[in-house]
Protein backbone atom coordinates (compact mmCIF):
# COMPACT_ATOMS: atom_id res chain seq x y z
CA UNK A 1 0.00 0.00 0.00
CA UNK A 2 1.46 3.11 -0.98
CA UNK A 3 1.74 5.80 2.22
CA UNK A 4 -0.63 8.67 2.04
CA UNK A 5 1.01 12.08 2.06
CA UNK A 6 0.14 12.33 5.72
CA UNK A 7 1.84 9.23 6.75
CA UNK A 8 4.75 10.60 4.95
CA UNK A 9 4.69 13.58 6.67
CA UNK A 10 4.39 12.08 10.40
CA UNK A 11 7.41 9.56 9.52
CA UNK A 12 9.83 12.51 8.19
CA UNK A 13 8.76 14.20 11.77
CA UNK A 14 9.70 10.84 13.15
CA UNK A 15 12.79 10.92 11.57
CA UNK A 16 13.88 14.42 12.89
CA UNK A 17 12.42 13.20 16.54
CA UNK A 18 14.54 10.49 16.74
CA UNK A 19 18.08 12.31 15.77
CA UNK A 20 17.58 14.77 18.53
CA UNK A 21 16.17 11.93 20.84
CA UNK A 22 18.97 10.22 20.69
CA UNK A 23 21.05 13.02 21.49
CA UNK A 24 19.44 14.07 24.54
CA UNK A 25 19.62 10.57 25.60
CA UNK A 26 23.31 10.05 25.11
CA UNK A 27 23.64 13.52 27.05
CA UNK A 28 21.88 12.07 29.84
CA UNK A 29 23.71 9.09 29.98
CA UNK A 30 26.95 10.51 29.79
CA UNK A 31 26.29 13.03 32.40
CA UNK A 32 28.46 13.27 35.63
CA UNK A 33 25.65 12.03 37.92
CA UNK A 34 24.55 8.92 35.73
CA UNK A 35 25.08 6.44 38.37
CA UNK A 36 22.65 8.22 41.44
CA UNK A 37 19.88 8.87 38.62
CA UNK A 38 20.23 4.91 37.16
CA UNK A 39 19.96 4.17 40.63
CA UNK A 40 16.62 5.98 41.17
CA UNK A 41 15.23 4.92 37.40
CA UNK A 42 15.77 1.18 39.05
CA UNK A 43 14.20 1.66 42.05
CA UNK A 44 11.18 3.23 40.72
CA UNK A 45 10.79 0.48 38.01
CA UNK A 46 11.17 -2.14 41.22
CA UNK A 47 8.20 -0.38 42.89
CA UNK A 48 6.05 0.52 40.11
CA UNK A 49 6.32 -3.45 38.73
CA UNK A 50 5.04 -4.08 42.69
CA UNK A 51 2.72 -2.15 42.40
CA UNK A 52 0.87 -2.90 38.85
CA UNK A 53 1.68 -6.54 39.53
CA UNK A 54 0.97 -6.70 43.25
CA UNK A 55 0.33 -10.65 45.03
CA UNK A 56 0.13 -12.17 41.13
CA UNK A 57 4.15 -10.83 40.42
CA UNK A 58 5.36 -14.58 40.97
CA UNK A 59 3.02 -15.87 38.66
CA UNK A 60 3.74 -13.33 36.19
CA UNK A 61 5.99 -13.43 32.93
CA UNK A 62 7.88 -10.21 32.69
CA UNK A 63 9.44 -9.21 29.76
CA UNK A 64 12.31 -6.64 29.53
CA UNK A 65 15.53 -6.19 27.54
CA UNK A 66 19.33 -6.57 27.29
CA UNK A 67 20.65 -2.57 27.30
CA UNK A 68 22.60 -1.51 24.37
CA UNK A 69 23.65 1.89 23.41
CA UNK A 70 22.44 4.63 25.98
CA UNK A 71 19.35 2.70 26.93
CA UNK A 72 18.55 2.21 30.61
CA UNK A 73 19.50 -0.98 32.16
CA UNK A 74 16.69 -3.15 33.35
CA UNK A 75 18.47 -5.83 34.90
CA UNK A 76 18.47 -5.04 38.09
CA UNK A 77 14.35 -4.89 38.39
CA UNK A 78 14.46 -7.89 36.53
CA UNK A 79 16.75 -10.18 38.43
CA UNK A 80 13.95 -8.64 41.93
CA UNK A 81 11.00 -9.58 40.63
CA UNK A 82 9.55 -12.93 41.83
CA UNK A 83 8.08 -14.46 38.39
CA UNK A 84 9.25 -15.68 35.68
CA UNK A 85 11.59 -13.51 33.04
CA UNK A 86 12.09 -13.51 29.19
CA UNK A 87 13.54 -11.22 26.60
CA UNK A 88 12.93 -10.29 23.04
CA UNK A 89 13.94 -12.05 19.98
CA UNK A 90 13.88 -10.27 16.52
CA UNK A 91 13.05 -13.19 14.41
CA UNK A 92 11.87 -11.20 10.98
CA UNK A 93 11.44 -7.22 9.71
CA UNK A 94 7.72 -6.78 9.54
CA UNK A 95 7.00 -9.20 12.43
CA UNK A 96 6.34 -9.03 15.98
CA UNK A 97 8.72 -9.75 18.45
CA UNK A 98 9.19 -13.18 20.18
CA UNK A 99 10.07 -14.05 23.74
CA UNK A 100 12.49 -16.41 25.00
CA UNK A 101 12.48 -18.14 28.52
CA UNK A 102 15.64 -16.24 30.42
CA UNK A 103 17.34 -16.43 33.55
CA UNK A 104 19.57 -14.50 35.11
CA UNK A 105 23.27 -15.81 34.04
CA UNK A 106 22.44 -17.70 31.06
CA UNK A 107 24.08 -17.50 28.24
CA UNK A 108 23.32 -14.57 25.75
CA UNK A 109 24.27 -13.89 22.02
CA UNK A 110 24.31 -11.36 19.49
CA UNK A 111 20.89 -11.15 17.51
CA UNK A 112 20.03 -9.10 15.20
CA UNK A 113 20.91 -4.47 15.10
CA UNK A 114 23.52 -6.31 17.96
CA UNK A 115 20.82 -6.66 20.74
CA UNK A 116 21.84 -9.69 23.27
CA UNK A 117 19.31 -12.33 23.68
CA UNK A 118 19.35 -15.95 24.98
CA UNK A 119 21.29 -18.52 23.61
CA UNK A 120 18.38 -21.10 24.11
CA UNK A 121 15.03 -21.03 26.36
CA UNK A 122 11.43 -22.05 25.27
CA UNK A 123 9.46 -18.88 23.85
CA UNK A 124 6.76 -17.71 26.17
CA UNK A 125 4.27 -15.10 26.30
CA UNK A 126 4.81 -12.02 28.70
CA UNK A 127 2.00 -10.04 30.72
CA UNK A 128 4.35 -7.28 32.07
CA UNK A 129 7.33 -6.05 29.60
CA UNK A 130 9.69 -3.37 30.08
CA UNK A 131 9.92 -1.32 26.92
CA UNK A 132 12.97 0.61 25.45
CA UNK A 133 12.51 3.85 23.57
CA UNK A 134 14.23 6.86 22.46
CA UNK A 135 11.53 8.98 23.61
CA UNK A 136 7.38 9.50 25.40
CA UNK A 137 5.38 11.57 25.03
CA UNK A 138 2.64 12.90 27.69
CA UNK A 139 0.38 10.42 26.04
CA UNK A 140 1.84 7.92 26.78
CA UNK A 141 3.49 7.40 23.00
CA UNK A 142 7.06 5.97 22.38
CA UNK A 143 9.22 6.65 19.59
CA UNK A 144 11.52 4.00 18.90
CA UNK A 145 14.14 3.07 16.34
CA UNK A 146 12.18 3.13 13.81
CA UNK A 147 11.23 -0.97 13.28
CA UNK A 148 8.01 -1.07 14.36
CA UNK A 149 8.80 -4.01 16.67
CA UNK A 150 6.95 -3.29 20.11
CA UNK A 151 4.15 -1.18 18.31
CA UNK A 152 3.33 -4.75 16.36
CA UNK A 153 4.15 -6.74 19.78
CA UNK A 154 1.77 -4.60 21.90
CA UNK A 155 -1.08 -4.71 19.39
CA UNK A 156 -0.70 -8.58 18.93
CA UNK A 157 -0.46 -9.44 22.58
CA UNK A 158 -3.21 -7.50 23.44
CA UNK A 159 -5.16 -8.61 21.30
CA UNK A 160 -4.55 -12.06 22.81
CA UNK A 161 -5.25 -10.42 26.06
CA UNK A 162 -4.70 -7.76 28.92
CA UNK A 163 -0.52 -6.97 29.14
CA UNK A 164 1.30 -4.16 31.11
CA UNK A 165 3.78 -2.30 28.89
CA UNK A 166 6.03 0.00 30.91
CA UNK A 167 8.36 2.14 29.52
CA UNK A 168 11.87 2.82 30.73
CA UNK A 169 13.38 6.31 30.14
CA UNK A 170 15.42 8.92 31.35
CA UNK A 171 13.49 12.29 32.10
CA UNK A 172 15.41 14.01 29.87
CA UNK A 173 13.66 11.23 26.51
CA UNK A 174 10.20 12.86 27.66
CA UNK A 175 8.60 15.23 24.70
CA UNK A 176 5.39 17.12 25.07
CA UNK A 177 3.97 15.59 22.03
CA UNK A 178 5.71 13.33 18.95
CA UNK A 179 4.50 12.25 15.73
CA UNK A 180 1.56 9.71 15.85
CA UNK A 181 0.66 7.03 13.52
CA UNK A 182 -2.65 5.10 13.76
CA UNK A 183 -0.09 1.97 14.45
CA UNK A 184 1.29 3.12 17.55
CA UNK A 185 0.73 1.49 20.75
CA UNK A 186 0.59 3.31 23.65
CA UNK A 187 2.36 2.41 26.87
CA UNK A 188 0.71 2.58 30.20
CA UNK A 189 3.08 3.94 31.82
CA UNK A 190 6.80 5.46 31.87
CA UNK A 191 9.08 5.09 34.68
CA UNK A 192 11.85 8.04 34.69
CA UNK A 193 14.86 9.04 37.85
CA UNK A 194 12.11 10.95 38.96
CA UNK A 195 8.98 8.39 39.57
CA UNK A 196 5.97 6.90 37.25
CA UNK A 197 3.64 8.62 34.94
CA UNK A 198 1.09 6.05 34.73
CA UNK A 199 -0.92 6.88 31.33
CA UNK A 200 -3.45 4.10 31.08
CA UNK A 201 -2.06 1.39 33.81
CA UNK A 202 -3.92 -1.90 33.40
CA UNK A 203 -2.94 -5.11 34.98
CA UNK A 204 -2.52 -8.02 33.23
CA UNK A 205 -4.91 -10.83 33.83
Known amino acids: MTPSLADTATRAKKTAARKAAQARRRAAFD ?10 A ?10 ALGADGASCTLAGYAPMRSELDPM ?3 HAH ?4 CLPVIVARG ?27 AWVRPRALIVPLLAFDDAGFR ?5 GFYDRTLQALRNDGPVLALGYAFDAQREPSLPVENTDQQLDGVVTETGVRWIAPQRPG
Open 82 to 85: RGRL
Open 31 to 40: APDRAARVAA
Open 42 to 51: AAHLRAALEA
Open 143 to 147: LGYGG
Open 76 to 78: PAM
Open 95 to 121: APLKFRDWVPGAALIEGTFGALIPAQG
